[in-house]
């Protein structure tokens, strides 16, 4: 009847721990509860788990165990340990070791003294019981192996005990029950590392399709790179705020889910044509127009010089020769403004419109300076896009969450369309593509958005303008903050924690890294 008993808790056991086994994330915790309910199986004293490290070459030691010698070391503990080789310098299998006999064989084994055996070299062993007044007898070890039959590693115990305290051998039962408990826990082990190695696989090919995208452009290489980093430097400063973000405490998953949606904020711009990516000049399509501008500026001077030449009178030279200075005036104009800015003077708008009015005659033959289109392209006020251009560019943010819906993820990472999305989106309403307001953006979709306009601000390889300053960039901030645009509480936590320095000195030239007066900044929205 006992033994009937002692079976049902044993099964029962086998059963809780395969279902714990299943859903323990964290690997030094998993490896802890296999070596626990070994032990606790047989009620030994102590125990090693070894795992075959990447090469196969070896075994690791990875939890180590004794109850009687209160020694507990984890993971991190045994990284520092010499590993058991598996071969010879010759690559013959060394069976001279009782954890490198069970895993060569790949059978459970044990011996009642492992001083009086003949099936592994004990020296070892003598000399870690001298040199920690220990004594070790009976033994027992189980190879975890995959579906596939291969090794992962092996759980090596000492000592088991019977009822009244004694040392005694480890029963077949004993590696029945372990045995089965080794399986279990290969099979959760194998399953973590397959979901471990689809994670990795998933990230190094979001990663790639990042960098895809930054070298399609040919001035904003490293921006997706830098505004995950930025998202990941915030949401580390989130978690060890004390002040506004004191009961904000992000779980792995959720910072690997922010992580992610930076590294794939952009994604949709693989959809935007380089012409307007890339439109570094205002007259910018396929080339630069401003070369087949200037070729009419000098070709009406030349047809000046001519007449000038053949003028009869000196009021008329004179009169020709101030029309051709002026003539080459504008051109040295029109090349200043085609190069895009912050902001476009009115009294610029009307020179522009002026020279387009310009036309000189000669044969009986008119002859104009620009054309309509290029007009247009340079009364541009801001940067160097169209209206039309920057709606296409604008297309981005759609497209990314167009295509990370499409995508099936694992339930951790449900929120990552919207987090990567959402980084144009504006807090009252007036952001794009969804228009959303502060009450439907959360705090992951606001930090990726402080770090992409962080890195657009700083960034000195963009086509139409140098890189800011950092008091520049926080003052721009500091008055977005006042507009209602963006996050008040993460922008100071940018100044306070002093991010905005540590990533400054990074990534920006040394040039963009002044003073900041940090009080005169909030002074800003705090009137």
Same mark, same amino acid.
């Given at each position: 009847?006992?033994?009937?008993?002692?079976?049902?808790?044993?099964?029962?056991?086998?059963?809780?721990?395969?279902?714990? &086994?299943?859903? +323990?994330?964290?690997?030094?915790?998993?490896?802890?509860?296999?070596?626990?309910?070994? *032990?606790?199986?047989?009620?030994?004293?102590?125990? %090693?788990?070894?795992?075959?490290?990447?090469?196969?070459?070896?075994?690791?030691?990875?939890?180590?165990?004794?109850?009687?010698?209160?020694?507990?070391?984890?993971?991190?503990?045994?990284?520092?340990?010499?590993?058991?080789?598996?071969?010879?310098?010759?690559?013959?299998?060394?069976?001279?070791?009782?954890?490198?006999?069970?895993?060569?064989?790949?059978?459970?084994?044990?011996?009642?003294?492992?001083?009086?055996?003949?099936?592994?070299?004990?020296?070892?062993?003598?000399?870690?019981?001298?040199?920690?007044?220990?004594?070790?007898?009976?033994? @027992?070890?189980? $190879?975890?192996?995959?579906? +596939?039959? /291969?090794?992962?590693?092996?759980?090596?115990?000492?000592?088991?005990?019977?009822?009244?305290?004694?040392?005694?051998?480890?029963?077949?039962?004993?590696?029945?029950?372990?045995?089965?408990?080794?399986?279990?826990?290969?099979?959760?082990?194998?399953?973590?590392? &397959?979901?471990?190695?689809?994670?990795?696989?998933?990230?190094?090919?979001?990663?790639?399709?990042?960098?895809?995208?930054?070298?399609?452009?040919?001035?904003?290489?490293?921006?997706?790179?830098?505004?995950?980093?930025?998202?990941?430097?915030?949401?580390?400063?989130?978690?060890?705020?004390?002040?506004?973000?004191?009961?904000?405490?992000?779980?792995?998953?959720?910072?690997?889910?922010?992580?992610?949606?930076?590294?794939?904020?952009?994604?949709?711009?693989?959809?935007?044509?380089?012409?307007?990516?890339?439109?570094?000049?205002?007259?910018?399509?396929?080339?630069?127009?401003?070369?087949?501008?200037?070729?009419?500026?000098? &070709?009406?001077? @030349?047809?000046?010089?001519?007449?000038?030449?053949?003028?009869? %009178?000196?009021?008329?030279?004179?009169?020709?020769?101030?029309?051709?200075?002026?003539?080459?005036?504008?051109?040295?104009?029109?090349?200043?403004?085609?190069? =895009?800015? /912050?902001?476009?003077?009115?009294?610029?708008?009307?020179? *522009?419109? /002026? *020279?387009?009015?310009?036309?000189?005659?000669?044969?009986?033959? +008119?002859?104009?300076?620009?054309?309509?289109?290029?007009?247009?392209?340079?009364?541009?006020?801001?940067?160097?896009?169209?209206?039309?251009?920057?709606?296409?560019?604008?297309?981005? @943010?759609?497209?990314?969450?167009?295509?990370?819906? /499409?995508?099936?993820?694992?339930?951790?990472?449900?929120?990552?369309?919207?987090?990567?999305?959402?980084?144009?989106?504006?807090?009252? =309403?007036?952001?794009?593509?969804?228009?959303?307001?502060?009450?439907?953006? $959360?705090?992951?979709?606001?930090?990726?958005?402080?770090?992409?306009?962080?890195?657009?601000?700083? @960034?000195?390889?963009? $086509?139409?303008?140098?890189?800011?300053?950092?008091?520049?960039? &926080?003052?721009?901030?500091?008055?977005?903050?006042?507009?209602?645009?963006?996050?008040?509480?993460?922008?100071?936590?940018?100044?306070?924690?002093?991010?905005?320095?540590?990533?400054?000195?990074?990534?920006?030239?040394? +040039?963009?890294?002044?003073?900041?007066?940090?009080?005169?900044?909030?002074?800003?929205?705090?009137?």
């Amino acid at each position: 009847m006992e033994d009937k008993k002692e079976l049902i808790r044993q099964v029962k056991a086998l059963t809780r721990i395969g279902i714990a &086994l299943s859903g +323990e994330k964290d690997i030094n915790n998993f490896f802890k509860m296999v070596l626990e309910e070994a *032990i606790n199986f047989t009620n030994a004293d102590g125990g %090693t788990i070894y795992t075959l490290s990447e090469d196969k070459q070896a075994l690791d030691f990875t939890i180590i165990y004794t109850k009687s010698m209160n020694l507990n070391l984890g993971m991190a503990d045994t990284a520092q340990w010499p590993s058991v080789p598996l071969y010879d310098d010759k690559g013959n299998k060394i069976y001279k070791n009782f954890a490198t006999y069970v895993a060569h064989t790949g059978k459970p084994s044990s011996v009642e003294d492992a001083y009086d055996q003949n099936i592994f070299n004990n020296s070892g062993t003598k000399d870690y019981d001298s040199t920690n007044n220990y004594h070790s007898k009976s033994m @027992a070890a189980i $190879p975890m192996k995959d579906h +596939e039959n /291969e090794l992962l590693g092996v759980i090596q115990l000492i000592n088991a005990y019977d009822n009244e305290g004694n040392i005694t051998h480890f029963t077949e039962e004993h590696l029945t029950m372990l045995t089965s408990l080794a399986s279990q826990a290969a099979i959760a082990f194998t399953n973590k590392n &397959l979901v471990e190695g689809l994670e990795k696989l998933l990230y190094q090919f979001i990663k790639s399709i990042a960098a895809a995208i930054d070298r399609k452009g040919e001035y904003t290489g490293g921006h997706i790179k830098r505004v995950a980093s930025l998202s990941e430097m915030l949401a580390d400063v989130i978690q060890k705020d004390t002040n506004i973000y004191k009961d904000i405490h992000f779980t792995s998953e959720e910072l690997q889910e922010i992580s992610l949606a930076g590294w794939m904020h952009d994604v949709g711009k693989i959809t935007t044509p380089i012409y307007v990516r890339d439109k570094s000049k205002k007259l910018e399509t396929i080339q630069d127009r401003i070369e087949i501008v200037k070729n009419r500026f000098e &070709l009406i001077s @030349a047809l000046i010089h001519k007449d000038i030449e053949y003028s009869k %009178t000196q009021g008329k030279k004179e009169e020709l020769k101030k029309l051709n200075d002026k003539l080459m005036d504008d051109m040295e104009f029109i090349i200043k403004v085609n190069t =895009g800015g /912050e902001f476009m003077r009115d009294e610029y708008i009307e020179r *522009i419109k /002026e *020279i387009f009015s310009f036309k000189y005659t000669a044969n009986s033959k +008119e002859y104009h300076l620009i054309t309509e289109d290029e007009k247009k392209n340079l009364c541009i006020r801001k940067g160097t896009l169209l209206p039309k251009e920057l709606e296409k560019m604008w297309e981005h @943010a759609l497209v990314s969450h167009e295509m990370l819906s /499409e995508l099936t993820y694992p339930k951790k990472f449900k929120n990552l369309p919207l987090y990567a999305a959402s980084h144009h989106e504006k807090l009252n =309403g007036k952001g794009y593509p969804f228009n959303k307001t502060a009450e439907e953006l $959360p705090l992951q979709s606001r930090i990726i958005a402080i770090a992409d306009l962080y890195e657009a601000l700083t @960034a000195s390889d963009r $086509p139409y303008k140098k890189g800011k300053t950092l008091t520049e960039t &926080l003052r721009i901030m500091a008055f977005m903050v006042k507009d209602g645009e963006i996050d008040k509480d993460l922008v100071e936590l940018l100044m306070d924690s002093k991010l905005y320095l540590k990533y400054a000195e990074e990534f920006l030239k040394p +040039e963009q890294i002044d003073d900041v007066d940090i009080d005169a900044i909030k002074g800003i929205y705090n009137k």
